[in-house]
């Protein structure tokens, strides 16, 4: 379904704005407006976005650090309006930086989105994942902003302090650069409308898993729902491959089966 923007409105954008003014939500407008977009993790695994707003609104007054959004597998959480209202400052990179300054040509509090990534715990990282892909998407739509240039992780800004939302991604078993292709991705597919073609070569066969393996519906990314999980040893049927799905360690071929799902080649050996 696209929403009024010509987006395709894959989640609901749940806002629970904190208490202005205070010291985590000013309420002064971004300035000159969004030019970019900052990746974040929380730094605090297991802990959900529910669980950090609420942090934020009842230590709203203890130091000027915040962001605009929370991604889990379960909410995505506007607690600065981002998406849903006139943007505001967030206090999410350090002021003194260059970096921002140079890549952007503004101070990533007066110009940039801050968004959190969730993990860890009892929080499932495919379905976090797929959120937070899908609102860096949103708002580099949203702000005509090129979805592969925008997108900047906090490592990236302040190297010698932190490692989000590097640290995040692979206790869930991705990558920064994953992310970024991602983004790009899913930008591409929700503005128009469908998902994107790959190059299908058929060739019925079958492989083994070689560790425990998801089977993803319809595409052959990361991003795609899991319809089943195997076990290491489970015999897999295929009906043929692409070679240009999401590149993992290097290898972008996954195997397709006769139900329309995707397994990635680089968890599978010749049958025993």
Not at 203 to 217: D, E, F, H, I, T
Request: proline share 4%.
């Amino acid at each position: 379904m696209a929403d009024q923007t010509g987006f395709k409105a894959k989640y609901v954008i749940t806002a629970k704005y904190l208490t202005k003014p205070s010291k985590r939500r000013s309420g002064e407008l971004m300035s000159p407006g969004v030019k970019f977009l900052v990746a974040h993790d929380t730094g605090n695994p297991g802990s959900t976005a529910s669980a950090n707003v609420k942090y934020y609104e009842s230590s709203r007054n203890a130091a000027e650090q915040s962001a605009h959004l929370f991604v889990d597998d379960r909410e995505l959480i506007e607690c600065i309006p981002a998406l849903q209202g006139a943007p505001e400052k967030a206090w999410h990179v350090r002021r003194t930086l260059l970096t921002d300054n140079q890549l952007y040509g503004h101070n990533a509090n007066d110009a940039a989105l801050g968004v959190e990534y969730c993990y860890g715990g009892r929080i499932d990282p495919d379905e976090a994942f797929r959120k937070y892909v899908w609102v860096l998407a949103y708002a580099c739509h949203k702000y005509d902003l090129d979805p592969s240039q925008a997108v900047i992780g906090h490592a990236f800004l302040d190297p010698t302090r932190r490692s989000d939302p590097v640290t995040g991604l692979l206790h869930s078993r991705r990558t920064y650069e994953q992310l970024l292709r991602s983004v790009v991705d899913e930008y591409n597919e929700c503005r128009q409308g469908a998902s994107p073609s790959f190059n299908f070569v058929s060739g019925a066969s079958a492989v083994q898993a070689a560790v425990k393996l998801n089977l993803r519906k319809a595409l052959p990314s990361t991003r795609a729902e899991i319809q089943q999980t195997v076990a290491a040893g489970t015999r897999l049927a295929y009906v043929g491959w692409v070679t240009d799905g999401e590149s993992i360690q290097g290898s972008a071929k996954w195997y397709r089966d006769a139900n329309q799902n995707y397994f990635w080649s680089g968890g599978v050996k010749p049958l025993a």
